[in-house]
């Protein structure tokens, strides 16, 4: 049974990557209490969910920006200190949270400000933690690696939405800014415990941080297809079969419950990523990733297809018991969730495996706006599909969409179904 279940061993054998792993999920946690609270803070400060949704628009632009800037800096400086010194902003814009709400200061353009650097922090900071994976676990070892922040991934965002809400409620915002300033505290730690860092020796001239550096990176990504097609298969999936900007007409209208309904279709695809994770042994021993990540898209792909299936369905029975169709819904977005996991957990092993370490912080600066931004494109896309065809519809269409995508670019790529990770190729 063993087999099956998730693989600790980078835990176990590795004090540096061990203290980065705990650090990182404290501060994920904490991080979700903020979401939850700035929400919150915003929509009672203004009554308009216009003004919540401004949240996301000041936070998505700087972490594009400061996510392709942050990632040349990383692969020119010792990226222990630039972990470092990120991870001191993102500390310092915690702490300004917790001290707008200890001192009062109750100013919608104040909390945006925060959001802005708080996100441009995390943009230099991501980027340089990725490139630090491959550097502290061996190749072997990166899919278990990469598994492990999966499931806290997916546990943080299942459960920390809830503890924010009641930490709200209960003990008000301060309190919730503050215990995500405290587990930032914890990541700090971590990262300042880490090895030295530098470049690695014999990877090249380093490139000085700034838009030359942006650019080789992309340069680099337009001549390796396998490192390419991660980035295509990410696109597809996001962009033409993300629902969740369809879960709150689904909660008002077709599957009932509204709040209720959409939180409990929200959890269902972090309950899948917990899934895949606390079984990650089941496929994290594959070597050939390529096959199993177009496979696990295509994946989702059937699933969205299901849950449109099952929303067209109840639609045409309307006034019916809603409570088997919910169900029904959310057991096919939990699959999802398993599939998008497992995905991604491929995807990010080949991106940091046949990418060369001078490179490898620059590649994740654009994994990052492609993670960022395809979610909101594919916001637009389905909602607009929503509203010209109804929800089912577009789930339903846009997933097939997907599928057939994901066919094609496997078509055009075949090389990408032979990479094995014994032998990565970018």
């Given at each position: 049974m063993?087999?099956?279940?998730?693989?600790?061993?980078?835990?176990?054998?590795?004090p540096?990557?061990?203290?980065?792993?705990?650090?990182?999920?404290l501060?994920?946690?904490?991080?979700?209490?903020?979401?939850?609270?700035?929400?919150?803070?915003?929509?009672?400060?203004?009554?308009?969910?216009?003004?919540?949704?401004l949240?996301?628009?000041?936070?998505?632009?700087?972490?594009?920006?400061?996510?392709l800037?942050?990632?040349?800096?990383?692969d020119?400086?010792?990226?222990?200190?630039?972990?470092?010194?990120?991870?001191?902003g993102?500390?310092a814009?915690?702490?300004?949270?917790?001290?707008?709400?200890?001192?009062?200061?109750r100013?919608?353009?104040v909390?945006?400000?925060?959001?802005?650097?708080?996100?441009?922090?995390?943009?230099?900071?991501?980027?340089?933690?990725?490139a630090i994976?491959p550097?502290l676990?061996?190749?072997?070892?990166?899919?278990?690696?990469n598994?492990?922040?999966?499931l806290?991934m997916g546990?943080?965002?299942?459960?920390?939405?809830?503890?924010?809400a009641?930490t709200?409620?209960?003990l008000?915002?301060?309190w919730?800014?503050t215990?995500?300033?405290?587990?930032?505290?914890?990541s700090?730690?971590?990262?300042?415990?880490?090895?030295?860092l530098p470049?690695e020796?014999?990877?090249?001239?380093?490139t000085?941080?700034?838009?030359?550096?942006?650019?080789?990176g992309?340069?680099?990504?337009?001549?390796?297809?396998?490192?390419?097609?991660?980035?295509?298969?990410?696109?597809?999936?996001m962009?033409?079969?993300?629902?969740?900007?369809?879960?709150p007409?689904?909660?008002?209208?077709?599957?009932?419950?509204?709040?209720l309904?959409v939180?409990?279709?929200?959890?269902s695809?972090?309950?899948?990523?917990?899934?895949?994770?606390?079984?990650?042994?089941?496929?994290?021993r594959?070597n050939h990733?390529?096959?199993?990540?177009?496979?696990?898209v295509?994946?989702w792909?059937?699933c969205i297809?299901a849950?449109g299936?099952?929303?067209?369905?109840?639609?045409r029975?309307?006034?019916a018991?809603?409570?088997?169709?919910?169900?029904?819904a959310?057991?096919?977005?939990?699959?999802?969730?398993?599939?998008?996991?497992v995905?991604?957990?491929?995807?990010?092993?080949?991106?940091?495996?046949?990418?060369p370490?001078?490179l490898?912080?620059?590649l994740?600066g654009?994994?990052?706006?492609?993670?960022?931004g395809?979610?909101?494109?594919?916001d637009?896309v389905?909602?607009a599909?929503?509203?010209l065809?109804?929800?089912?519809?577009?789930?339903?269409?846009?997933a097939?969409?997907?599928?057939?995508?994901?066919?094609?670019l496997?078509?055009?790529?075949?090389?990408f179904?032979?990479?094995d990770a014994?032998?990565?190729?970018?």
């Amino acid at each position: 049974m063993a087999r099956f279940l998730l693989d600790v061993s980078p835990v176990r054998e590795i004090p540096a990557f061990r203290r980065l792993w705990a650090g990182s999920t404290l501060s994920m946690l904490g991080s979700q209490f903020t979401v939850i609270a700035i929400s919150l803070e915003v929509f009672e400060l203004t009554h308009s969910t216009f003004a919540v949704g401004l949240v996301g628009v000041f936070a998505l632009v700087p972490l594009i920006v400061a996510g392709l800037y942050g990632g040349s800096i990383g692969d020119a400086h010792d990226r222990r200190l630039a972990g470092l010194w990120t991870t001191v902003g993102l500390f310092a814009m915690t702490v300004a949270l917790a001290a707008h709400a200890w001192l009062d200061v109750r100013s919608v353009g104040v909390l945006y400000a925060i959001v802005s650097l708080h996100s441009f922090a995390q943009g230099l900071g991501q980027p340089v933690r990725g490139a630090i994976v491959p550097r502290l676990v061996p190749a072997r070892q990166l899919p278990a690696a990469n598994a492990l922040f999966q499931l806290t991934m997916g546990s943080c965002l299942m459960v920390g939405p809830l503890l924010g809400a009641f930490t709200v409620a209960g003990l008000g915002f301060a309190w919730a800014y503050t215990l995500d300033a405290l587990s930032f505290a914890v990541s700090l730690w971590a990262m300042y415990k880490l090895p030295p860092l530098p470049p690695e020796p014999g990877d090249g001239e380093v490139t000085r941080p700034g838009l030359r550096s942006v650019v080789e990176g992309f340069r680099f990504l337009a001549t390796r297809p396998n490192l390419r097609m991660t980035f295509l298969l990410d696109m597809a999936a996001m962009v033409f079969a993300m629902p969740r900007v369809l879960f709150p007409v689904l909660g008002a209208s077709v599957l009932g419950g509204d709040q209720l309904t959409v939180g409990l279709l929200t959890a269902s695809l972090a309950a899948g990523s917990v899934i895949a994770g606390v079984f990650s042994g089941t496929f994290i021993r594959i070597n050939h990733h390529g096959q199993a990540c177009a496979a696990a898209v295509a994946g989702w792909a059937v699933c969205i297809m299901a849950f449109g299936a099952v929303v067209l369905l109840t639609s045409r029975g309307a006034g019916a018991d809603t409570a088997w169709p919910l169900a029904l819904a959310c057991a096919t977005l939990v699959a999802a969730g398993v599939m998008d996991s497992v995905s991604m957990l491929f995807r990010t092993t080949i991106l940091q495996a046949a990418t060369p370490d001078a490179l490898r912080s620059r590649l994740q600066g654009i994994f990052i706006v492609v993670v960022a931004g395809g979610p909101r494109l594919g916001d637009a896309v389905l909602g607009a599909g929503g509203q010209l065809l109804g929800p089912g519809w577009a789930a339903l269409g846009g997933a097939a969409v997907c599928l057939v995508l994901v066919l094609l670019l496997v078509r055009v790529f075949p090389g990408f179904l032979r990479y094995d990770a014994r032998d990565p190729q970018p």
